[in-house]
DNA sequence: CGTGCCCCCTGTCAGC
DNA sequence: TGCTGACAGGGGGCAC
């Protein structure tokens, strides 16, 4: 579900109210969920204080400092939303009714409790050590937001795949953040069939797959995200960016350049939606 | 090593 | 009103 512009915008919205706070307790519901050990997963994390939360790609980062005799550790949690996961920071007062399927709860000791939400439960998350996180980190691509993120970067990893351009947008080991809404978005907007072959790419696709991609994960922060069904922000509340979708899930609809009716094909376990007269067909 | 397919799980919707 | 099948923002594992 979530994919980068969805979990900057829940980075951005936990950050004030979780900076600074402690957890006092770990609660967990669906082990499942865990990618250590549950008892570890309550002993590593309890006690600690959050000091600054992020993201990476389509990743949340949390990193925590826990007391232990005499000094401090850091603990870096990681949480990856999958297709439905949520999180939303509940103040102490607040109703909790529309979280009907809760797998980990954070109390903090401001009284509000962080809850990690997941209907189908592909979301996991995971404990690093620094060392650990650096290493995970390192085995994702870079982060098209980034400043340095330019478009001979782009073109040159490009170049080294045969795979559909729409696939490569999706592996995260090559670029970070990108699903599968805002890679046929981008390539709508960059007038480039999904099916290409990513080393086919001219040097001007290239240039217009890097200022479209980088557009359009910008405009959908702006938005607050994109809620089609499961998505939430921190504060519990839809992101906006649906209304402003040009291809995706549209199947049959009108082009919004041309009028030509939007088409559907599934490839690499996925749709891809596009437009057959502005984005041609490989040759 | 790279790539494509299946599967994890729950909910919703279209069609019969 | 069911029932069934298709499909959904992700990604790990496995066969080739």
């Keep these: ?4 512009p969805e979990a900057e915008t829940i980075a951005r919205g936990l950050r004030p109210g979780v900076v600074g706070r ?3 307790a770990v609660e967990i519901l669906r082990e499942d969920l865990l990618a250590v050990h549950p008892r570890r997963f309550v002993d590593l994390l309890t006690g600690g204080t959050i000091r600054t939360v992020g993201r990476r790609g389509k990743n949340l ?5 826990v007391p232990e005799d005499g000094h401090e550790r850091t603990e870096v949690l990681v949480v990856n939303l999958g297709m439905s996961g949520r999180l939303v920071l509940v103040r102490p007062r607040s109703s909790s009714a529309d979280l009907t399927h ?3 709860r954070l109390r903090l000791d401001d009284g509000s409790t962080l809850v990690y939400h997941d209907i189908r439960r592909f ?3 995971s404990v690093y050590t620094p060392r650990a996180h650096r290493r995970w980190s390192a085995s994702l691509g870079p982060e098209p937001l980034a400043k340095s993120f330019t478009t001979e970067e782009l073109s040159r990893r490009l170049s080294e795949s045969a795979s559909p351009v729409r696939s490569w947008l999706l ?3 090559r670029i970070a953040g ?3 809404i805002y890679a046929n978005e981008a390539l709508f907007r960059a007038r480039i069939h999904p099916e290409r072959p990513a ?5 001007e696709e290239g240039r217009r797959l890097h200022r479209q991609l980088r557009a359009v994960l910008r405009e959908a922060i702006h938005g607050r995200g994109t809620t089609l069904r499961d998505y939430r922000t921190s504060e519990g509340s839809e992101g906006s960016y649906a209304v402003s979708l040009r291809v995706y899930g549209r199947e049959n609809r009108p082009c919004p350049t041309c009028g030509t009716p939007i088409e559907r094909l599934v490839f690499g376990g996925r749709s891809a939606y596009y437009c057959p007269n502005c984005q041609r067909r490989p040759k």
Excluded: F
Aim: proline share 7%; aromatic share 0%; no cysteine.
């Design 22 to 24: 402690t957890i006092e």
């Design 123 to 125: 979301g996991r998350l």
């Design 171 to 173: 592996d995260q080991r």
């Design 61 to 65: 980062v949390l990193s925590i400092d």
């Design 199 to 203: 080393k086919t790419l001219t040097r």
């Design 178 to 180: 990108v699903g599968n």
């Design 102 to 104: 809760p797998g980990v």
């Design 1 to 4: 579900m979530p994919e980068l």
